[in-house]
């Protein structure tokens, strides 16, 4: 496949008058996970083996980014396990 | 049998009126057996089900039948997990926050698998049409200058993207731009969540590394593009 058919795949959209937004759009956002991407980072599996704990800490008002700058670094980068962390917020704040 | 059902009310009224265990005694109670783990998991169960409207809300009509299932599936689900894992709780948060956690997983990974189940994962696909067609849209907002400029990156980007990444990153990450979940695409490539993870850890790696290689930023990339967007 050459470079530019890639292109129409990763950037391209069905119609053209569309086309400059979404290439725009998606190129922003593979530039922005690059600019947040670290030489390490936790995977899905670690992040929910502490993810409890973090709900927790953050709905005690801790400053969780700070103290646990690797967990909140994947729930930059990770929307599944956003997603979760938010619901899991949710019951923890109106549970207690 | 009626004894025991009797039995088992009442021990479960005893245990709502004491309001809640600790972690201690939900894992004392959850390792029973017996009556005394049965009201544990009942208990439970309430508990789960109080939390699962959370992650239904906005997700799935709440009041249909296949919400209803649903929430079925994942009560069961969770507490069969629970007592699975019971070992590894560390005691590091309350237990039921433990137990919401193994449920809210268990919930939004079924309802992301009926959500996009219809939907295939972006192809890699020989595209007939044209070479640099998104060099003539019109963009009444970027000048002719910031047009070729974003043209160039495009182009320059994408070849980074052929040469650096494997034919599983790429199609990873056109997953990830069409807003695919994690999850979703892993399993329709045949991985699980965290190796799928870590593939695209690597992927992004690579291409941050060589963007520095050439040069670039990913935020000079990010203002080519910013300019006029909004």
Not at chain 2, 64 to 80: D, F, G, I, W, Y
Not at chain 2, 169 to 180: D, H, K, V, W, Y
Request: charged share 30%; glycine share 4%.
């Amino acid at each position: 496949m050459k470079f530019n058919q890639l292109l129409q795949r990763l950037f391209g959209a069905k119609q053209k008058k569309e086309m400059k937004a979404d290439n725009s759009e998606k190129m922003q956002k593979v530039m922005a996970m690059l600019a947040n991407t670290q030489e390490v980072e936790l995977t899905c599996d670690e992040v929910f083996a502490v993810l409890d704990q973090f709900v927790e800490m953050a709905a005690r008002g801790e400053d969780v980014s700070q103290l646990m700058p690797l967990i909140q670094q994947h729930l930059d980068m990770c929307e599944d396990c956003r997603e979760e962390y938010k619901v899991l917020e949710k019951i923890v704040m109106n549970a207690a | 049998m009626l004894r025991k059902n009797l039995h088992l009310s009442l021990f479960l009224a005893y245990n709502f009126a004491m309001n809640k265990r600790t972690n201690e005694e939900w894992l004392a109670d959850l390792r029973a057996g017996g009556d005394q783990q049965a009201g544990a998991l009942e208990d439970l169960r309430a508990i789960i089900l109080r939390g699962l409207p959370y992650a239904i809300a906005g997700r799935l009509n709440p009041n249909s039948p296949e919400s209803e299932a649903l929430v079925e599936e994942v009560v069961q689900e969770t507490l069969m997990r629970v007592l699975e894992y019971l070992d590894t709780f560390e005691g590091r948060s309350q237990f039921t926050t433990w137990a919401h956690k193994i449920a809210v997983r268990a919930a939004l990974t079924e309802l992301r698998r009926v959500r996009w189940r219809e939907v295939p994962l972006p192809e890699m696909e020989m595209n007939e049409e044209g070479d640099a067609s998104y060099r003539e849209l019109p963009d009444s907002q970027a000048s002719p200058e910031e047009q070729v400029s974003r043209a160039e990156m495009m182009k320059r980007v994408n070849r980074i993207i052929m040469e650096e990444l494997t034919d599983k990153q790429r199609q990873a990450l056109m997953a990830t731009m069409e807003g695919f979940p994690l999850e979703e695409a892993a399993q329709r490539l045949g991985m699980n969540r965290n190796a799928l993870y870590k593939l695209m850890h690597d992927a992004r790696l690579r291409l941050k590394k060589r963007l520095e290689k050439e040069g670039l930023t990913p935020q000079e990339v990010l203002s080519v593009f910013e300019q006029s967007g909004k």
